[in-house]
């Protein structure tokens, strides 16, 4: 998808340890980042990609 590819592309995110589900222009976020910034970051991505209206974040977790 946009919001995966995107994700790949930045040098901030890990896209590996982050599943992307998206459905009528809900971007769900799942998995676990490094830093609450990558968390950040992902959402952010995924905000800004064409047709994206909500992006759920509440299931991307930092590592403790």
Same mark, same amino acid.
């Not at 896209?15 to 980042?33: E, I, K």
């Not at 759920?56 to 590592?63: A, E, F, H, Q």
């Given at each position: !998808?946009? $919001?995966?590819?995107? &994700?790949?592309? #930045?040098?901030? $995110?890990?896209? &590996?340890?982050? #599943?992307? #589900? !998206?459905?009528?222009? $809900? $971007?769900? &976020? !799942?998995?676990?980042? %490094?830093? %609450? ?6 959402? +952010? &991505? ?9 992006? #759920? ?6 590592? +403790?």
């Amino acid at each position: !998808t946009k $919001v995966k590819s995107s &994700l790949a592309a #930045d040098p901030q $995110v890990s896209a &590996l340890a982050v #599943d992307v #589900d !998206t459905a009528n222009g $809900v $971007v769900s &976020l !799942t998995g676990v980042v %490094e830093s %609450e910034l990558q968390r950040q970051r992902a959402i +952010q &991505l995924a905000q800004g990609i064409e047709g994206v209206q909500r992006v #759920d974040g509440n299931n991307l977790r930092v590592k +403790q």
